[in-house]
């Protein structure tokens, strides 16, 4: 039987990752299940949501093992599916490690060995928007830790835009209408992977 696939919607918060991931389950349904991370349900997912909240203090190198960890936790569960045949598409994964821990600093050899072992993406597309678009859209919502940091969240998108070279990820417009996005993210999947 022919293994499921891995596609994963990456870029900033308020990107629009949910709604494109969302969307994608949408038109292949039958073939595909949604992953989110981080995984807010299990152990270590809570304990990243209490330093997300502001709730828990630890060093980056801590904050990105547990992220990890949290992806760990679901690798029995990610071999499974894709064994099966269906596609995963994930709301974010092992990418955003890379992406944020290298924005503070950290060695990208490091992160990487992280999840050295956890299945590889397929395909990772990154929704690239504007810092200000980010603001715009948290306007109601709860902001965590990481998007605080205005600083920060520019290390981010130039550090997307890096690594998106380095390891051949798409990068695609986020500002324009949640249809256009979609059109992008659908081209793309279509023109890569065969689900």
């Not at 022919?2 to 994963?8: T, W």
């Not at 390891?167 to 023109?191: A, P, T």
Request: charged content about 35%; overall charge positive; aromatic content about 8%.
């Amino acid at each position: 039987m022919r293994k499921g696939k891995i596609i994963v919607i990456e870029g900033i918060d308020k990107a629009g990752k949910t709604t494109q991931a969302n969307l994608l389950l949408k038109k292949f349904k039958s073939k595909c299940v949604k992953f989110d991370f981080p995984d807010y349900t299990t152990p270590i997912g809570k304990e990243i949501k209490q330093f997300l909240d502001g709730k828990r203090v630890y060093s980056d190198q801590v904050k990105m093992m547990l992220l990890s960890a949290n992806r760990w936790e679901k690798k029995t569960e990610i071999d499974r599916v894709i064994a099966k045949g269906t596609t995963i598409i994930m709301n974010r994964y092992y990418q955003s490690n890379l992406v944020y821990g290298v924005s503070k600093g950290l060695e990208l050899d490091w992160l990487v060995a992280l999840d050295e072992g956890l299945p590889k993406a397929d395909l990772v597309i990154v929704i690239d928007i504007k810092t200000e678009t980010l603001v715009t859209r948290s306007k109601n919502s709860v902001i965590d830790t990481f998007e605080k940091d205005r600083e920060l969240i520019r290390k981010v998108k130039k550090t997307y835009r890096l690594l998106a070279k380095k390891f051949k990820w798409y990068v695609i417009d986020g500002e324009k209408s949640v249809d256009d996005v979609h059109s992008q993210v659908l081209r793309i999947v279509r023109n890569t992977v065969k689900i």
